[in-house]
């Protein structure tokens, strides 16, 4: 198993271009995360997906949208890119809703790291 | 509002001092907490959780609701334990996200 894998690894956008990070998972998981992280303030979840077709913004979504169209595939998208969208952006996936432990670890991706100039 | 405080950016050790990672949390309801870590240009991995009162890589985390605080620690560092620590707070009992709420993680670094 590849686990959760993100494409690309690198990216350089200037200000108003657009671009879509995509994360894949080959474990089955229902749930799906996008985060972004900065120095100094820890990860911060964007959007997230609880199943195929479903989307909900989390605690910074503005400047990004999202699309599950497929269960194994979180996209994440870019309309015009701004400076301060420069990041990195981690996915990630977990099996689904459970009362068990097992349920809810996190499983990430390595991270697309961007650059907007 | 919930949220998960770590305090301290940077902690510097030397190889063999004990060290411990301070994590504070708010929540009112019963809190699931975890332990990821980030070992350099690595991804995020989970470290350990509360509720499996397990010990990783000679690191525990102990809950404690009455100081609301889950702090990392390990009786004796090692070289290869510097990396980037992130205190996360799950609300999964009843709920149907699995979100998490990360700190803004602290930076350990083990001097030889």
């Known amino acids: 198993n590849a686990g959760v894998t993100q494409t690309p690894k690198f990216r350089v956008l200037k200000t108003g271009q657009s671009m879509t990070l995509l994360c894949a998972q080959d474990m089955n998981h229902e749930y799906m995360y996008w985060y972004r992280q900065d120095p100094g303030m820890g990860l911060r979840l964007i959007h997230y997906?609880?199943?195929?077709?479903?989307?909900a913004k989390g605690e910074v979504p503005d400047g990004y949208n999202v699309s599950r169209l497929k269960k194994q595939n979180f996209l994440l998208g870019l309309e015009s890119a701004a400076p301060s969208q420069t990041s990195v952006y981690f996915c990630?996936?977990?099996?689904?809703?459970?009362?068990?432990?097992?349920?809810?670890?996190?499983?990430f991706g390595p991270g697309t790291r961007l650059t907007v100039l | 509002a919930q949220r998960v405080t770590q305090p301290e950016k940077l902690l510097s050790v030397f190889k063999g001092a004990p060290v411990e990672l301070k994590c504070n949390y708010s929540?009112?309801?019963?809190?699931?907490l975890f332990w990821y870590v980030q070992y350099s240009r690595q991804r995020l991995q989970l470290l350990l959780r509360?509720?499996s009162r397990e010990s990783i890589k000679g690191f525990t985390a102990d809950l404690n609701k009455g100081e609301t605080s889950f702090h990392l620690k390990k009786p004796f560092a090692q070289e290869e334990d510097s990396a980037m620590y992130y205190c996360a707070l799950g609300n999964n009992y009843g709920g149907a996200t699995n979100k998490l709420i990360f700190g803004t993680g602290t930076l350990l670094a083990v001097q030889p």
């Open positions: 990630a996936s977990t099996p689904g809703q459970g009362w068990g432990v097992e349920n809810n670890e996190q499983f």
């Open positions: 997906s609880v199943g195929e077709g479903t989307t």
């Open positions: 509360h509720i």
């Open positions: 929540y009112s309801g019963s809190p699931e």
